[in-house]
């Protein structure tokens, strides 16, 4: 079921994959994913900012042909969400049926199975959207 995951990248990556955490410049610029340099100041002063994880779709699509390791999941809706904070970020929507996203829609992230490696026995979680109930 595609490549083997490698441990050390999954734990690097354990806070964005859990908590949604990105950057903040010290001219108070957020964006996600964080990266060493602020994409829109060029700062070099970053600290970690996490997200409230809730925002908007702004578009939507549904995969019906996957990548290699997913095909158990098709077809999966995944959009572009703009977090509250204004940084845009891709997805999967999860908890709701096609006919039933709308561009607009209130989400919030939440925290899903994104693959299992059989042989093993690894399951990798990360962060998806689901709409706000009302």
Same mark, same amino acid.
């Given at each position: 079921m =595609?490549?083997p995951m490698q441990?050390?990248? !999954?734990?690097?990556?354990?806070k964005?994959? !859990?908590?949604l &955490?990105g950057?903040?410049?010290? *001219?108070?610029?957020? #964006?996600f994913?964080?990266r060493? /340099? ?6 070099? *002063? /970053?600290?970690d900012?996490e #997200?409230?994880?809730?925002?908007? /779709?702004i @578009?939507? @699509?549904?995969?019906?042909n996957?990548?290699? =390791?997913f095909?158990? !999941?098709?077809? !999966? ?6 977090l509250e904070?204004?940084p845009i970020?891709?997805?999967q929507? @999860?908890?709701?049926?096609p006919?039933e &996203?709308?561009e =607009?829609?209130? /989400?919030?992230?939440? @925290?899903?199975?994104i693959?299992? #490696?059989?042989?093993?026995?690894? &399951?990798? %979680? =990360? %962060?998806? #959207?689901?709409? &706000?109930?009302?």
């Amino acid at each position: 079921m =595609g490549k083997p995951m490698q441990v050390s990248r !999954y734990w690097r990556h354990f806070k964005e994959k !859990y908590r949604l &955490i990105g950057g903040k410049c010290e *001219n108070g610029h957020v #964006f996600f994913p964080k990266r060493p /340099v602020c994409p829109i100041c060029g700062s070099r *002063n /970053v600290e970690d900012f996490e #997200f409230s994880g809730k925002g908007k /779709v702004i @578009t939507w @699509t549904i995969v019906r042909n996957p990548p290699s =390791g997913f095909e158990y !999941y098709k077809p !999966y809706p995944i959009a572009l969400i703009q977090l509250e904070e204004g940084p845009i970020v891709l997805a999967q929507l @999860t908890d709701v049926e096609p006919d039933e &996203i709308k561009e =607009g829609m209130e /989400v919030e992230m939440v @925290t899903r199975k994104i693959v299992e #490696f059989n042989e093993d026995g690894i &399951i990798l %979680y =990360g %962060y998806k #959207f689901r709409p &706000i109930l009302k």
